[in-house]
């Protein structure tokens, strides 16, 4: 999941993990890549913009858009 604080740290959006939603990559092979996500289990299955297959990233890895 993804929480977006303000500058006092007060929670102003919890964004979930799940399928369908645009997610961002945090760390690993494709830092710095957007994806959609596809599934979500113990890994979360993501295709990658210009990636032909699927990629399976561990949830601390991925940042929900």
């Known amino acids: 999941d993804t929480?977006?604080?303000d500058?006092?740290?007060k929670l102003l959006?919890?964004?979930t993990l799940e399928q369908g939603k645009s997610c961002?990559?945090?760390s690993g092979k494709y830092l710095g890549k957007q994806?959609?996500?596809e599934?979500?289990?113990e890994k979360v299955e993501v295709k990658i913009e210009g990636e032909e297959d699927n990629v399976k990233l561990e949830k601390r890895?991925?940042?929900v858009l």
């Open 13 to 15: 959006k919890h964004i």
């Open 61 to 63: 890895s991925v940042s």
């Open 7 to 9: 500058d006092k740290n």
């Open 39 to 41: 599934s979500v289990g």
């Open 3 to 5: 929480v977006i604080l």
């Open 35 to 37: 994806g959609k996500i």
């Open 24 to 26: 961002f990559v945090m």
